[in-house]
């Protein structure tokens, strides 16, 4: 299993290939929390959020990244495998910033039909 600190040097990595222009407002940066989070809506402590992006408010624009919900999910994974999916996370999260930015729904509405469908192999009907 990978550990926080190894975590965070992935984050690092992946990050510094990324281009400058995405971190453009992003004035809170990437925090990654040991915690793990569980979405408010999970119905057997099954879906966990990896990652989350926030805007407004006192912090401004910022990623957070749970990586006690990437251990819970993923900790089975090799090392190389969670980085891949570590960053397919980063590059979810930043198409949010873009999409805020630009006053655009997309993923938001994507991510919305996801829960729906979730919720509903809970509660067909």
Do not use: W
């Amino acid at each position: 299993m990978v550990s926080l600190n190894e975590m965070e040097a992935m984050l690092e990595e992946i990050l510094a290939r990324f281009p400058q222009d995405l971190f453009k407002d992003l004035n809170g940066g990437i925090i990654l929390l040991p915690e793990k989070k569980l979405n408010a809506h999970s119905r057997n402590n099954d879906l966990y959020v990896l990652a989350e992006y926030s805007c407004g408010g006192n912090m401004g624009r910022y990623i957070t990244v749970y990586y006690g919900s990437f251990m819970r999910v993923y900790g089975h994974f090799t090392d190389e495998e969670l980085k891949k999916q570590l960053e397919s996370t980063l590059k979810h999260e930043f198409i949010h910033h873009l999409e805020s930015l630009g006053g655009e729904r997309s993923l938001e509405i994507k991510d919305e039909i996801f829960l729906s469908d979730y919720l509903d192999r809970y509660d067909p009907g």
